[in-house]
């Protein structure tokens, strides 16, 4: 336990970029159940973001990965302020729109837009491309140079669509190419922010590449800022330069890529890396550690105490279960990598003397078979 | 012009004795718009206890092929041509009441969503017993006993208590564990799985795909896996077929097919999937445009629109001959086999990372 | 469950109390004098401000409203004598407590209903079933077709060309009569025969269509395509697992049109001329009846309050994803 803390809680710019573009501290976002008798009253909730930190530096791509439940959609709604936080702050541009009103919030709004997963049912059918890219500007009163038509139509050829097709509707479209009708849209009003929940897992694989590649050129030709939010940790990896991963709520380890994908502390980080199945190319042996869990993720309304991971994880002890864990740069982290863990593994993914596998069948099983 | 010859037919892609043989099967859908190709002249074999992966895209026939093989398809809107042999018994003649012997008995199936595939309205344990009932004649007691057996089996903790619950008082990954039990129930000797763990997250596929194998080791069955992804297939594939527009052009070992692939549209999946050990530098290449239409499939080779290659083939071969699927290991395009190396190596390859 | 049900009726009483309240100021804001409409024509002053006292109209509107909401509970006092709970008042027009004319055209408003709805739901879900099984067939087609075709018909269509085919004409049946069934069941069953037969023809047409549908839109459920792949005999399949999943969009038009014909088939009664609770409310509100009407308000609100806590009693039973809470 003296691989322990070096560093307070940071705050503010990490990663040596400038001023965070966007910075996010305690961010807190619970639903209440209601429930009881004989009158209903709020009997609980679910605690789907629970004190997130998190900044994005001015054109830069962060990555948000984690299993379903584990608040990551709704930090990205939190963000752009379609849901209202229940505490923390969120600062925009050096602005707290925590709380903003949607007076306040307008010119922020245009700044931060967002990409939806589902292209099928987040435009709407009855209204044509056209339509669906120019009214965030005519909302906005916007009004670019040689006119909102001809700002469409470059949009249109931007994201490689035909811009003659103006007059057409989504139904006439695949799912890549409402994909990039999504993308338009997010660009009409020339945001500094993006956030991308899930852009690509409702896409075959042959076309997620396809709008990987446009959301990549976007950000680095147009310089703007990503959250990337996606289950994927390949295509994570592949588009961010910084990621966070979350489980039940809390951020539980941020870094940089390297330090992520091939130095990771977190066991929940080493789990989820063991447990993406990828292709061998070469004659290359599988020398990746072999990390099964037992069960799925625990309940956010009910989460475990102290580390909320300790109830999956190998090296829990009774210290994990009173004290929860802080997110800092604990000893053996490079600069601005954060581990909330009080035993962090070794920073490697390589292959162990043994095999971590918690699930009880797939344990006996392979007991059996020895 | 039909894609396989006799002789293809009669043997099997490695030789051994095939449990599971499908020949020159075709499967078409009347829509209102027309007739759609869904298959179209597709054949493979699966060896007793070995694995057959099937990956594509959707649309690209695979999860119809398997419906069609336990004789799921819808007869009043679909005709299936060809020949599925099971065990020496002839599949696409035989009656509703043969399959319903064979269904969950002989051949059982997962399918991608536990939660909308287990009826909401029963227990668990009852959705799990009723195949073994049916199948075995065994009592209701007897049943019970073997379904919470095989609950214990797949892993779900108190499994007498738990024989009586409802499908949502189950988590996602509980679910598949339960269909899983529910599909080896009656120990089958074939077991297709639909895209099985499309739906989980991914610590929770590890742990379904790693007991699909041991439980595969403990029961010998075969296995049909279903998936888009060419890293879970490379996990749990012996053999890998890969299906394009209805109809297969890739065929080998897991190993020949994603080491040294030889059809243009694999090496456009491999090229437009990021990997965890690959290079960040290096741009995905996707693969131009759509996926076909299956109610007017190009002409010629069904990659044609899409390929990169074609002017290395050079001519009309592209667009009006259909290439045909070699016996065992090959890829149906007209590329020449030294065209088919020297490109992967050369230009594929290093995109890969 | 007991919670469920505390909570439920709870909630009927307090609705039960706006609607009472809601339709008492609603009459009392009608610019008339409830006492010469009770009094009917030719009345002198004085009879008026006798009426008047009798009716309690002299008092404050409250303490009226008060005094009827009290009744129903506690019964009350008229000069024509104690009028025992549930008090709903008396009727202006024929001087008898709206509870006992409510009590007396309801057995018949009952038969009426239940006889009916047990026919139609048998036909009904009988073809529908049918329907579905047989889809795509001839027998689907003709099953479908004419249902399309007596659904369009209406009961003061269909039901005058009945009987004046079985009774004028003919003379093969009475004309429809209400006899309570304790005392001739015989009697009873013939008298409904006619009105219960023509209101199953239309109502049946929409049990067919829905459960065809229903059924068809089910069959399609992967859950029902698992049940197959393991093997289960298909008609296994359509009634454990198809049919199960139909229940609950059935029970609830069952609900729905239970609770509008327990509160008065208008149309029907006046059809068949028979004397039920649906002509007792148009005759109450024809005669401005301020009692008689809101009686039988409440009454049929009663019904449908708790016909609905019925039909989410059964979703609970059907479906066990449903929670009662």
């Known amino acids: 336990m003296s691989d322990k803390l070096t560093l307070p809680k940071p705050q503010g710019p990490v990663d040596g970029a400038a001023e965070p573009l966007l910075s996010v501290e305690g961010l807190t976002k619970h639903f209440p159940i209601y429930g009881g008798f004989p009158i209903k009253r709020k009997v609980g909730a679910v605690q789907a973001v629970d004190g997130v930190d998190l900044t994005v530096g001015v054109g830069e791509s962060v990555g948000l990965v984690g299993e379903s439940g584990c608040g990551k959609s709704t930090t990205g709604r939190l963000i752009t302020r379609l849901l209202e936080p229940t505490a923390g702050r969120i600062t925009y541009s050096g602005q707290d729109i925590s709380h903003a009103s949607r007076r306040q919030l307008a010119p922020v709004r245009s700044e931060i837009q967002m990409i939806f997963q589902d292209p099928y049912s987040s435009l709407n059918p009855r209204q044509t491309v056209g339509t669906i890219i120019k009214s965030p500007m005519e909302v906005n009163g916007i009004k670019p140079k040689g006119g909102i038509e001809k700002r469409v139509h470059e949009l249109l050829e931007l994201v490689g669509l035909n811009p003659e097709h103006y007059n057409r509707f989504p139904h006439e479209f695949s799912g890549g190419q409402r994909q990039r009708i999504g993308v338009a849209r997010a660009l009409s009003l020339n945001p500094k922010l993006i956030v991308a929940d899930e852009p690509v897992s409702a896409l075959d694989v042959s076309i997620q590449a396809q709008v990987v590649n446009l959301l990549q050129k976007v950000q680095e030709e147009m310089g703007i800022a990503f959250l990337f939010i996606a289950h994927d940790l390949a295509i994570v990896r592949h588009f961010s330069q910084r990621l966070a991963v979350m489980y039940l709520g809390k951020v539980v380890e941020v870094g940089d890529r390297d330090s992520i994908y091939n130095r990771p502390r977190h066991p929940y980080t080493h789990a989820l890396l063991s447990a993406v199945p990828e292709v061998t190319l070469d004659d290359e042996t599988e020398d990746r550690e072999r990390i099964r869990l037992a069960g799925d993720v625990p309940s956010p309304i009910h989460p475990p105490s102290g580390c909320r991971f300790r109830t999956r994880c190998w090296k829990a002890q009774d210290k994990c279960a009173t004290e929860e864990p802080p997110l800092i740069q604990i000893s053996g982290n490079r600069d601005n990598h954060l581990t909330a863990c009080h035993f962090p593994e070794d920073p490697t993914t390589e292959a162990r003397a043994e095999d971590v596998v918690l699930d009880p069948a797939l344990a006996a099983l392979e007991k059996e078979a020895e | ?353 | 469950m007991l919670q469920f049900l505390i909570r439920r009726l709870s909630g009927a009483v307090v609705i039960m109390f706006l609607i009472g309240a809601f339709t008492f100021f609603l009459f009392y804001s009608i610019p008339q004098d409830f006492a010469e409409l009770a009094c009917g024509k030719n009345c002198s002053p004085e009879n008026i401000a006798v009426i008047r006292e009798n009716l309690g109209l002299d008092k404050p509107i409250t303490t009226q409203f008060w005094e009827f909401m009290t009744g129903i509970v506690t019964g009350r006092d008229f000069p024509q004598g104690h009028c025992s709970a549930p008090c709903l008042g008396v009727s202006f027009d024929s001087d008898q407590f709206v509870w006992d004319s409510i009590k007396d055209r309801f057995p018949l408003t009952l038969s009426l209903t239940v006889g009916g709805l047990v026919i139609f739901l048998l036909f009904g879900l009988g073809t529908g079933l049918l329907a579905a099984w047989k889809r795509g067939t001839v027998v689907d087609k003709l099953v479908s077709g004419s249902s399309m075709v007596l659904s369009s018909f209406q009961i003061y269509f269909l039901g005058p060309i009945v009987l004046s085919i079985l009774v004028y004409n003919t003379g093969w049946l009475d004309f429809p009569k209400y006899v309570d069934f304790t005392e001739n069941p015989a009697k009873w069953f013939m008298g409904m025969l006619i009105p219960w037969a023509v209101m199953a023809t239309i109502f049946t047409a929409q049990y067919t269509r829905m459960a065809r549908s229903t059924m068809i839109e089910q069959l399609q459920e992967e859950h029902v395509r698992t049940a197959r792949a393991k093997g289960m005999r298909q008609a296994y399949v359509f009634f454990r697992y198809a049919w199960r999943g139909s229940l609950i969009p059935i029970v609830t038009i069952i609900g729905m049109d239970l609770s509008a014909l327990l509160s008065g088939a208008v149309v029907t009664e006046f059809t068949f001329d028979l004397a039920g609770i649906g002509r007792l409310a148009v005759d109450g509100s024809l005669s401005k009846d301020l009692p008689l009407t809101m009686g039988v308000m409440l009454f049929g609100a009663f019904f449908i309050l708790i016909l609905n806590i019925i039909v989410d009693l059964a979703y609970a039973y059907i479906d066990p994803r449903v929670r009662l809470a």
């Open chain 2, 1 to 353: 012009m039909t894609t396989l010859t006799k002789t293809e037919g009669e043997r099997a892609p490695s030789g051994s004795e095939a449990f599971l043989s499908v020949r020159d099967l075709r499967v078409r859908f009347s829509t209102e718009d027309g007739i759609v190709k869904a298959v179209d002249g597709l054949s493979f074999d699966v060896e007793r206890g070995k694995t057959l992966g099937i990956v594509g895209e959707s649309g690209s026939g695979k999860s119809v092929t398997n419906l069609t093989v336990l004789g799921l398809h819808n007869p009043q809107t679909s005709t299936v041509e060809g020949e599925i042999v099971l065990d020496g018994k002839e599949l696409v003649t035989a009656t509703e009441k043969e399959m319903e012997k064979l269904r969950g008995n002989k051949v059982a199936m997962i399918f991608q969503d536990p939660l909308t595939a287990l009826s909401p309205y029963y227990t668990v344990g009852r959705q799990i017993a009723e195949p073994f009932m049916k199948h075995t004649g065994a009592s209701k007691k007897e049943a019970k006993a073997r379904a919470i057996e095989m609950l214990d089996k797949v892993g779900i903790p108190q499994p007498a208590m738990r024989f009586n619950d409802y499908p949502h008082q189950f988590s996602g990954g509980m679910r598949q564990r339960a269909m899983i039990a529910m599909a080896l129930i009656c120990d089958p000797d074939l077991l297709i799985a639909d895209e099985p763990t499309t739906a989980l997250d991914v610590t929770v596929q590890a742990q379904i795909l790693d007991l699909l194998k041991d439980l595969q080791q403990e029961f010998g069955s075969a296995i049909i896996f279903i998936t888009h992804d060419l890293g879970v297939i490379s996990k749990m594939a012996d053999d890998l077929l890969v299906m394009y527009s209805g109809r297969a052009v890739e065929r080998g070992t897991v190993r020949e097919v994603l080491r040294a692939p030889q059809h243009p549209y694999t090496w456009g999946l491999l090229s437009s999937m990021p990997r965890l050990g690959g290079d960040t530098a290096q741009a995905l290449t996707p693969i131009p445009g759509t996926p076909p239409s299956l109610l007017n499939p190009p002409t010629g080779c069904p990659f044609h629109p899409r390929c990169g290659f074609t002017s290395e083939v050079g001519g009309t071969r592209c667009t009006d001959e259909r290439p045909q699927l070699p016996d065992g290991r090959g890829a149906a395009c007209h590329l020449d086999g030294e065209q088919k190396q020297t490109l992967f190596i050369e230009q594929i390859k290093p995109r890969l990372g």
